[in-house]
């Protein structure tokens, strides 16, 4: 059951930021965004409420400061120049650009805190560069059909 819980996130994700590419083109990147914080608050602040009861949130002052860099400057503001992103360029080009993400932060985190990083991890990494870039040259560059058939 988490499996398909998981797969259902994925679908909805994939979903959800092809959406907002398009609404971001007609509406605007930080419209876009805004309006989906808007729609999702009634929902997100009955799950805050439900949580918070359950466990009181507790934290030092730097916990919340680092907390509220993240959520302002990471979340917010990288999704404004995110779907501004995907609403100036062509969208198939670079929402591929999302899968190279996860393979810097391992990076930077090998180079900046001194993670270890496995032959496994490195290979992983290169073929998700490789499968990014056909799918981006594959979706800008179809094949003509063959005209011989």
Do not use: D, H
Request: aromatic share 8%; glycine share 10%; charged share 5%.
């Amino acid at each position: 059951m988490p499996s398909l819980l998981l797969l259902g996130a994925v679908i909805a994700a994939a979903i959800g930021y092809a959406e907002g590419g398009l609404l971001a083109r007609e509406l605007g990147a930080w419209q876009t965004v805004s309006w989906a914080l808007v729609l999702a608050l009634p929902l997100m602040a009955g799950l805050t409420a439900v949580s918070m009861a359950q466990q009181p949130p507790s934290a030092s002052p730097v916990q919340w400061a680092a907390f509220a860099y993240l959520g302002i400057v990471s979340m917010l503001l990288g999704f404004f120049a995110w779907y501004r992103g995907l609403a100036i360029g062509p969208m198939a080009k670079a929402s591929q650009i999302q899968l190279v993400q996860p393979l810097l932060s391992i990076c930077w985190a090998g180079l900046l805190l001194g993670e270890t990083l496995g032959w496994t991890t490195i290979v992983g990494g290169i073929a998700v560069i490789l499968c990014a870039g056909v799918a981006v040259r594959v979706r800008l560059n179809p094949q003509p059909a063959n005209q011989n058939r």
